[in-house]
T-cell receptor, first 113, second 116 residues
Framework: KAGVTQTPRYLIKTRGQQVTLSCSPISGHRSVSWYQQTPGQGLQFLFEYFSETQRNKGNFPGRFSGRQFSNSRSEMNVSTLELGDSALYLC????????????FGSGTQLSVL | AQSVTQLGSHVSVSEGALVLLRCNYSSSVPPYLFWYVQYPNQGLQLLLKYTSAATLVKGINGFEAEFKKSETSFHLTKPSAHMSDAAEYFCAVSDAGGTSYGKLTFGQGTILTVHP
């Protein structure tokens, strides 16, 4: 079974731009979660989607948004990029029941210049 | 609210020595606890998970962890370190039976170095 796939692997943007990251979950997984990882703040939960609905949201500004498609693939969008948005963005998938194992992708490394 | 504290941001051991990575948690509800490992330039891989079935949890690659409610701890151990164990390890907590959907609260991580 293929794992969680995130594209692109690396991304360089400038302040003020917007960016869209993509995540394809493991086949059969209906839940997709997003995390931001930085050296200073560590791993922080962004949001979770299940069957195209956001079920949970972390404490991030409205510039961070996401969506999930009918095939369970997910995208997250960051608008008006700031230098502090530079981070590794990790996507994780699971079957969709609560508190089960999360399977993580390798992440998208975003650099904001 | 939940939180995780990993004691020691860096741990160094010799190959063949005991590995002990410490994790203490805080949770107002019964927790589920996890240990993940992250190799450079990769995502997180689940080592093991505690879900209240047994206090001693065995995971992959020879790792195990013991849930101690009285000490609010979930320390990770491995009897004999291997060079391939060098990585960053994260302890995480979520609430059991709640509505945390996809949300894990992670500790700050412990970088394990293994010397030959």
């Amino acid at each position: 079974k293929a794992g969680v796939t995130q594209t692109p692997r690396y991304l360089i943007k400038t302040r003020g731009q917007q960016v869209t990251l993509s995540c394809s979950p493991i086949s059969g997984h209906r839940s997709v979660s997003w995390y931001q990882q930085t050296p200073g703040q560590g791993l922080q939960f962004l949001f979770e989607y299940f069957s195209e609905t956001q079920r949970n949201k972390g404490n991030f500004p409205g510039r961070f948004s996401g969506r999930q498609f009918s095939n369970s693939r997910s995208e997250m969008n960051v608008s008006t990029l700031e230098l502090g948005d530079s981070a590794l963005y990790l996507c994780a998938s699971s079957i969709g029941q609560n508190n089960e194992k999360l399977f993580f992708g390798s992440g998208t490394q975003l650099s904001v210049l | 609210a939940q939180s995780v504290t990993q004691l020691g941001s860096h741990v160094s051991v010799s190959e063949g020595a005991l590995v002990l990575l410490r994790c203490n948690y805080s949770s107002s509800v019964p927790p589920y606890l996890f240990w993940y490992v992250q190799y450079p330039n990769q995502g997180l891989q689940l080592l093991l998970k505690y879900t209240s079935a047994a206090t001693l949890v065995k995971g992959i690659n020879g790792f195990e962890a013991e849930f101690k409610k009285s000490e609010t701890s979930f320390h990770l151990t491995k009897p004999s370190a291997h060079m391939s164990d060098a990585a960053e390890y994260f302890c995480a907590v979520s609430d059991a039976g709640g509505t945390s959907y996809g949300k894990l609260t992670f500790g700050q991580g412990t970088i394990l170095t293994v010397h030959p």
